[in-house]
């Protein structure tokens, strides 16, 4: 059965630009959530998607967006990127809600220059 | 296993040792809590979770303590090998709305297993 699959691996963006990650979740998974990795830091909650609803959103200006496809996969937008942007961004997907077990996907780095 | 600045904290011991790492989290009203690995260039894998209502949960070679007078989460890996080498995540986690949860992970503690 293949894992989460998040394209691309490396994204380079100038400041300013906006940049498109994209996930797919395991089959049969219908929640997906995004994470922002940091250089040195923790896992960072971005978002979270169930059965194509926005179902909660971490601490990040709006700015960051993102949307939930009828296949379950999703997709993340951030606008108006910032150096600080520059991360590794995670998805995750779980099999919904009451589903604690998430399963991670391998990352897309983002480097804003 | 928290720490401040950019460099993670690190634990480095021999082949066969035993390793505990060990995470602070924050909110008392957490009530699961999940150990993660990650792996260079790889995104983090579930090693074990434990509820609040337990105090202690082994896997394999892997034991969770949770004591939440203190706040406190370990993870013990027996037997240590060089495959066990990562970043070690705890994560806390509190029911949102509709029965699922958001994890709050902490910084991170750096194996290192040395042959």
């Known amino acids: 059965e293949a894992g989460v699959t998040q394209s691309p691996t490396h994204l380079i963006k100038t400041r300013g630009q906006q940049a498109t990650l994209r996930c797919s979740p395991i089959s049969g998974h219908t929640s997906v959530y995004w994470y922002q990795q940091a250089l040195g830091l923790g896992l960072q909650f971005l978002l979270w998607?169930?059965?194509?609803?926005?179902?909660n959103r971490g601490n990040f200006p709006p700015r960051f967006s993102g949307r939930q496809f009828p296949n379950y996969s999703s997709e993340l937008n951030v606008n108006a990127l910032e150096l600080e942007d520059s991360a590794l961004y995670l998805c995750?997907?779980?099999?919904?809600?009451?589903?604690?077990?998430?399963?991670f996907g391998p990352g897309t780095r983002l480097t804003v220059t | 296993g928290e720490s401040v600045g950019l460099h993670l904290p690190t634990l480095s011991v021999q082949e066969g040792d035993n390793s505990i790492i060990n995470c602070a989290y924050s909110n008392s009203a957490s009530d699961y809590f999940i150990w993660y690995k990650q792996e260079s260039g790889k995104g983090p894998q579930f090693i074990i979770d434990i509820r609040s209502n337990m105090d202690k949960r082994q896997g394999q070679r892997v034991t969770v303590l949770l004591n939440k007078t203190v706040k406190h989460l370990s993870l013990q890996i027996a037997a240590t090998q060089p495959g066990d080498s990562a970043v070690y995540f705890c994560a806390e986690n509190i029911s949102a709305s509709g029965g699922s949860y958001i994890p709050t992970f902490g910084r991170g503690t750096s194996l290192i297993v040395h042959p």
């Open positions: 995750a997907s779980s099999l919904g809600q009451g589903s604690e077990e998430q399963y």
């Open positions: 998607y169930d059965e194509g609803e926005e179902r």
